[in-house]
């Protein structure tokens, strides 16, 4: 079982420019849990004691440097980033285990109550028609059992330079205060332009 703090992402990274602009993505409440709202929304959050921790270590500085001016892709849906690690780091390691919700992962979930019905006896397969992996499954701090998100992507191909990055960009929110820019990287480091995770994780509904 993994139980994630869940960001909410607007947009990743199209490719490395000079135009960053957050004040263009506009804003809009969202319903259930991830790193802010912005547009259409999808949700589910949790702030329960992490599995990963993600702590102030000392990280190797990355073979291709970030650009600081990225340019980004606004999804045409809210999508929603299960993140492991704990709600105080503002940078860290372990996104290798990190997934991303494309959709609501709430109105498709089962509540544990529900486990032995909705589950049990229907041979695994939810009424929303995803398949439970009793070794691999991911719940919300209400008790609301969810499908698994695919890995989170960590790498980005540049059309500019011609290459693949070994890190990803997203613009995340926690539809409070901080909006921002959390970076990934193919090894597994993450870290956010300012802020930390609970900062961007949706709290109404976790």
């Known amino acids: 079982m993994r139980v994630p703090l869940t960001l909410l992402t607007i947009a990743a990274t199209l490719q490395q420019s000079n135009s960053l602009s ?30 990963t921790a993600l702590a102030n270590e000392e990280q190797p500085q990355p073979a291709v440097q970030p650009s600081s001016t990225p340019k980004f892709q606004r999804y045409p849906q809210l999508r929603f980033i299960a993140a492991l690690g704990d709600p105080n780091a503002s940078s860290g ?24 019905e909705r589950l049990v006896k229907r041979g695994g397969v939810a009424p929303a028609g995803w398949t439970f992996q009793n070794n691999d499954w991911w719940l919300e701090e209400h008790g609301l059992i969810m499908y698994n998100p695919e890995p989170l992507p960590s790498k980005k ?49 976790r």
């Open 22 to 51: 957050l004040s263009n993505v506009s804003q809009q409440g969202t319903r259930r849990a991830a790193l802010t709202t912005i547009q259409s929304a999808i949700a589910s959050a949790v702030l329960l004691t992490p599995k």
């Open 93 to 116: 390691t372990g996104a290798n285990t990190w997934g991303l919700w494309k959709d609501d992962p709430g109105p498709r979930g089962v509540y544990l109550r529900d486990y032995q």
């Open 157 to 205: 191909y540049s059309k500019s330079m011609g290459q693949i990055l070994p890190y990803k960009r997203y613009v995340v929110t926690g539809d409070r205060e901080v909006t921002t820019v959390l970076t990934v990287f193919e090894d597994g480091r993450w870290e956010l332009q300012k802020g930390n995770l609970y900062d961007v994780t949706h709290l109404p509904c």
